[in-house]
């Protein structure tokens, strides 16, 4: 009956490292595909699992104060264009704001 107990244990231990491991490299990808994964995850692994802990380290970055931002390039709101920070910040400067306006 140990044994069976022992076995269970560890076969749950590697399912459950296996899990986490999953989730870190999805966090380690581009939006879209970590957006894909956890679609399909159920409710539960927020639970399971210590997400929050492993988003702050996953999406901490290396830039730190004084630091250029990295060059990125988005879409307009039209559709129109697509607009590179790099091209904006040779002519003017460029102050990046992040909120809800609502």
């Known amino acids: 009956m140990l044994k069976i107990l022992l076995r269970s244990g560890v076969v749950l231990a590697v399912l459950y490292a296996a899990f986490v491991g999953y989730i870190w490299w999805a966090m380690n990808q581009t939006p879209e595909t970590f957006g894909g994964v956890m679609k ?10 210590p997400f929050e802990t492993m988003w702050m380290r996953a999406r901490a970055g290396h830039l730190k104060a004084g ?36």
Request: no cysteine; hydrophobic share 50%.
């Open 40 to 49: 399909r995850l159920p409710g539960i692994a927020y639970v399971l699992v």
């Open 67 to 102: 630091d250029l931002a990295p060059d990125f390039s988005l879409t307009k709101l039209d559709k129109s264009a697509t607009v590179q920070l790099s091209s904006l910040a040779a002519t003017q400067p460029v102050v990046l704001l992040f909120g809800s306006y609502t």
